[in-house]
């Protein structure tokens, strides 16, 4: 890597600690990014099935069904019997669950407040810019 890369490497590193150390996971151990995001996804949904995660995510039901079990032991959320086709299950998400989420939305809110309060107009837009950039480039995998 070239100095600009390992810089980079080096403050994306941070950011990414940063963020990780200051989100509030309810205080249950051993929630990581993918629960987070299934949760999330759960929560944004109202209310989904196993399958329509599994599908979302692209990854197999057997293995997103070990995520909800972690989730619904921990009760940040639930299942029901689905009420429309009773071989299914819909999940929700409970006061726990919306509790990680909202904590948060509120930690980016004021993070994206800070950074933009820090930066000119035409910075933000700029650091706005890369980073959409950024975000293809990752997506691409």
Same mark, same amino acid.
Not at 20 to 29: E, P, T
Not at 58 to 79: R, Y
Not at 100 to 117: G, L, P, Q, T, Y
């Given at each position: 890597m070239n100095e600009s890369e390992v810089d980079f490497y080096h403050?994306?590193?941070d950011l990414q600690c940063y963020i990780l150390a200051h989100m509030n996971k309810g205080n249950v151990h051993g929630v990581t990014a993918t629960h987070y995001n299934i949760i999330e996804y759960i929560y944004r949904k109202r209310q989904v099935t196993?399958?329509?995660i599994a599908e979302a995510f692209q990854i197999s039901q057997?293995?997103?069904s070990k995520q909800l079990k972690f989730l619904i032991k921990n009760k $940040?959320?639930?299942q029901q019997q689905s009420a429309i086709d009773r071989r299914f299950f819909d999940l929700t998400v409970t006061d726990e669950g919306r509790y990680i989420i909202d904590n948060s939305e509120n930690f980016r809110e004021s993070?994206?407040?800070r950074v933009s309060k820090s930066l000119t107009?035409?910075?933000l837009k700029t650091l706005t810019l890369l $980073?959409?950039?950024v975000m293809?480039?990752?997506k691409v995998e």
């Amino acid at each position: 890597m070239n100095e600009s890369e390992v810089d980079f490497y080096h403050v994306f590193t941070d950011l990414q600690c940063y963020i990780l150390a200051h989100m509030n996971k309810g205080n249950v151990h051993g929630v990581t990014a993918t629960h987070y995001n299934i949760i999330e996804y759960i929560y944004r949904k109202r209310q989904v099935t196993g399958k329509q995660i599994a599908e979302a995510f692209q990854i197999s039901q057997a293995a997103i069904s070990k995520q909800l079990k972690f989730l619904i032991k921990n009760k $940040l959320i639930e299942q029901q019997q689905s009420a429309i086709d009773r071989r299914f299950f819909d999940l929700t998400v409970t006061d726990e669950g919306r509790y990680i989420i909202d904590n948060s939305e509120n930690f980016r809110e004021s993070i994206a407040k800070r950074v933009s309060k820090s930066l000119t107009d035409n910075e933000l837009k700029t650091l706005t810019l890369l $980073l959409q950039r950024v975000m293809q480039v990752v997506k691409v995998e």
